[in-house]
T-cell receptor
Framework: GENVEQHPSTLSVQEGDSAVIKCTYSDSASNYFPWYKQELGKRPQLIIDIRSNVGEKKDQRIAVTLNKTAKHFSLHITETQPEDSAVYFCAASGGGTSYGKLTFGQGTILTVHP | DTAVSQTPKYLVTQMGNDKSIKCEQNLGHDTMYWYKQDSKKFLKIMFSYNNKELIINETVPNRFSPKSPDKAHLNLHINSLELGDSAVYFC??????????FGEGSWLTVV
């Protein structure tokens, strides 16, 4: 089955800096890669996603890049703000018989210091 | 207005008890899920139903039994609760099998 590795496990940045979180996946058939943000005590919420036919996608201060050959994808947050502090999860799905099965990374605790 | 709603939000119960968590979605999605988030925040799928049919059943003790009376509801019943069952249980739904919308979570504490 799919295995998703996420790094780093914790990330601390100053307000205004950029933050990058990286994930690798094992199943070359995976074709959908979402990123979720989970604030303390809240549900995971989708912030951006990318499909395997696209190499990069951007939405305001966040962007995701995908390298299918190397089987890794990354989340980039620019001009970080304290409200970006949360746990971020990458995930992968879509390979073969894994319909609807999102495999999540271990999560990254992002702290943005004012 | 809540798209995916689950009850109860908090549940504290003793070992050995049986409990249920209910979930309803009003998004018209065909697929519903139960995910478990442990104390280390790791999110793992437990079950998935598509139009009331079980399509994903991960390695979960058979004390956990999902039930989907219709495609808008997916309940989770847990028998003989153990300390290790303490976690946050998230219900979720999807229309395309990829983009998943989570409910607010049910915090289960077994004492």
């Amino acid at each position: 089955g799919e295995n998703v590795e996420q790094h780093p496990s914790t990330l601390s940045v100053q307000e205004g800096d950029s933050a990058v979180i990286k994930c690798t996946y094992s199943d070359s058939a995976s074709n959908y890669f979402p990123w979720y943000k989970q604030e303390l005590g809240k549900r995971p919420q989708l912030i951006i996603d990318i499909r395997s036919n696209v190499g990069e996608k951007k939405d305001q201060r966040i962007a995701v890049t995908l390298n299918k050959t190397a089987k890794h994808f990354s989340l980039h947050i620019t001009e970080t703000q304290p409200e970006d502090s949360a746990v971020y999860f990458c995930a992968a799905s879509g390979g073969g018989t894994s319909y609807g099965k999102l495999t999540f990374g271990q999560g990254t605790i992002l702290t943005v210091h004012p | 207005d809540t798209a995916v709603s689950q009850t109860p939000k908090y549940l504290v119960t003793q070992m050995g008890n049986d409990k249920s968590i209910k979930c309803e979605q009003n998004l018209g999605h065909d697929t519903m899920y139960w995910y478990k988030q442990d104390s280390k925040k790791f999110l793992k799928i437990m079950f998935s139903y598509n139009n009331k049919e079980l399509i994903i059943n991960e390695t979960v003790p058979n004390r956990f039994s999902p039930k989907s009376p219709d495609k808008a509801h997916l309940n989770l019943h847990i028998n003989s609760l153990e300390l290790g069952d303490s976690a946050v249980y998230f219900c979720a739904s999807s229309t395309d099998g990829n983009t998943i919308y989570f409910g607010e979570g049910s915090w289960l504490t077994v004492v």
